[in-house]
């Protein structure tokens, strides 16, 4: 699933890798809910209530070794608890996704020549965005000094209210000279 994500920070894959899902961490249970334990044990024709012979369907199952530990089935992972990003693209699917203020001159040829201007853009300072356009129509999600803030899926009604005004609270935050960079998520 493709989301859009603000990041104010300027070193955008430093800022995303604590939030991938390729990122390894130490090995931790990861207890399975009711269910998901009897998906499980209707696919392999076991008793829920099996759940040591669950535990050793386990690396088939999941990838990951199962253990029965407090009379709860459970899968050692080092899969990254908070991985939320599989892959992505600044801009991609949101490419100038940001309004700005004021048009900004495009250059090319290695800024030589005057391109035009743009009054869109996938990364600008907060001084230079047309803030109410933003807060009308917020991303998605916003990544700010390492914390994730994320709307429902899809939001509507009261949860998108609820969504606009977090992200208006955490967008007064962020200092005026901080870079905003859109950035097209997947996971």
């Not at 009379?71 to 990003?85: C, D, F, T």
């Not at 949101?94 to 996938?122: E, H, I, M, N, Y």
């Amino acid at each position: 699933m493709h989301t859009c994500l603000l990041i104010a920070a300027d070193n955008i894959e430093a800022q995303l890798q604590p939030f991938s899902v390729h990122l390894e961490v130490e090995p931790h249970e990861m207890p399975l809910s009711d269910s998901d334990i009897r998906s499980m044990a209707e696919h392999y024709g076991i008793l829920p209530t099996d759940l040591h012979i669950l535990a050793s369907k386990m690396r088939d199952w999941e990838g990951e070794d199962g253990i029965v530990k407090n009379g709860q089935l459970a899968r050692i992972s080092r899969r990254n608890p908070k991985g939320r990003v599989d892959y992505y693209c600044v801009g991609g699917k949101w490419d100038g996704f940001l309004q700005l203020r004021q048009p900004r001159k495009l250059r090319r040829l290695f800024g030589l020549l005057p391109a035009g201007c743009t009054s869109r853009v996938s990364s600008a300072k907060k001084s230079e965005i047309d803030q109410q356009a933003l807060l009308a129509d917020p991303p998605a999600a916003l990544l700010f000094r390492g914390q994730w803030f994320a709307s429902p899926i899809f939001a509507d009604g009261d949860a998108l209210d609820t969504w606009k005004a977090q992200f208006s609270r955490r967008f007064s935050q962020i200092p005026d000279e901080t870079t905003r960079t859109v950035v097209d998520i997947h996971s």
